[in-house]
Nanobody, 117 residues
Framework: QVRLVESGGGVVQAGGSLNLSCTFS????????LGWYRQAPGKERELVAK???????RDQTVMEGRFTVSRRNAEKTVTLQMNALRPEDTAVYFC???????????WGKGTVVTVSS
């Protein structure tokens, strides 16, 4: 089975940066489409960005230009570089993976990002 573990969350001041990392455990990493989602208190979970098995970043949200999603196949990780953070970016950030052929949705347990003003 696929396991996803996020890391890199924390508390930062507005304008600061964080790099989130998701470690993928299991077989066939190169065949998975990957993504990052976030959920703030009282809000529904929303897509941040996706990077598909071909390495192309797709489905960028309004955070495009501040956030960058990348995959590192040799390390079996997907990262989210977040710059110019704003208080409204405060949320739990979740890693997501699904095989390009299809199947079950795989989710990490999340990492908390808090941006203070």
């Amino acid at each position: 089975q696929v396991r996803l573990v996020e890391s890199g969350g924390g508390v930062v001041q507005a304008g600061g940066s964080l790099n989130l990392s998701c470690t993928f455990s299991g077989a066939g990493f190169e065949s998975y489409d990957l993504g990052w989602y976030r959920q703030a208190p009282g809000k529904e979970r929303e897509l941040v960005a996706k990077v598909y098995h071909d390495g192309l970043a797709r489905d960028q949200t309004v955070m495009e230009g501040r956030f960058t999603v990348s995959r590192r196949n040799a390390e079996k990780t997907v990262t989210l570089q977040m710059n110019a953070l704003r208080p409204e970016d405060t949320a739990v950030y979740f890693c997501y993976a699904i095989h390009r052929i299809g199947g079950v949705d795989n989710w990490g347990k999340g990492t908390v990002v808090t941006v203070s003003s």
